[in-house]
Every structure is written in C-alpha cells, then in structure tokens.
Nanobody, 115 residues
Framework: VQLQASGGGLVQAGESLRLSCTASESMFSINAMGWFRQAPGKQREWIARIFRPGNSYYADSVKGRFTISRDNDKNTVELQMNSLKPEDTGVYYC??????????WGKGTLVTVSS
C-alpha cells in the first residue's frame, strides 16, 4: 500500500488546515487509517485513527480540535485541524494498517504553526 499525504503548510495559531492522504489500494483492504506527527527533536506520536466501520479515536492533545474522516470510495482519509497551536508543529504522517496487521507509512507533510 502506498500512501500520499498532502495539505501541510504554514499557518498562524488559531487557524485551520486540512490534511489528505490517498491510498493506492482499496480502503476495504485496510482496517485502520491514522495520522501521526513528529515534532522537531521529539519522537513520532499517534494523534488520530479511524477504523473501517467509521469509529475514530484521538490523542488527548488534539481531541475536540481535530477530526479524522475517511472516504472508502475515494481511498482517502482526511484530518481537519482547527484551532491550531504552535505545539501542533511537526511532520504529519499518514498510516494504514491492513487486516493482517501490517503498517504502511506515507512520506509526511510539514505543518508549521506560528504564534
């Protein structure tokens, strides 16, 4: 599975961004899609995940501000990020986990939030 993420950029605190990730294979073969981020000098952390039935989960740091969604027909997963904070700055990676438990990663897209 190849993943292509897009939508990163430079915004000011309080603004919004929408990230998109397109999978090369049908979403029906993918059990869960998620987003991770890696801030400068820090380890990669999980921030949101959505499973094939549509149930979604969020890290406490983004709950209430970020929304993950998936379109199985378009093989895409999106992350709507509102009320962005400088601490949201980092490289955002799209992740796909298949039914067998294999993980795939996109190349990442940079999000920079200025104060």
């Amino acid at each position: 599975v190849q993943l292509q993420a897009s939508g990163g950029g430079l915004v000011q605190a309080g603004e919004s961004l929408r990230l998109s990730c397109t999978a090369s294979e049908s979403m029906f073969s993918i059990n869960a899609m998620g987003w991770f981020r890696q801030a400068p000098g820090k380890q990669r952390e999980w921030i949101a995940r959505i499973f094939r039935p549509g149930n979604s989960y969020y890290a406490d740091s983004v709950k209430g501000r970020f929304t993950i969604s998936r379109d199985n027909d378009k093989n895409t997963v999106e992350l709507q990020m509102n009320s962005l904070k400088p601490e949201d700055t980092g490289v955002y990676y799209c992740n796909a986990m298949t039914q067998s438990g294999t993980n795939y990663w996109g190349k990442g897209t940079l999000v920079t939030v200025s104060s």
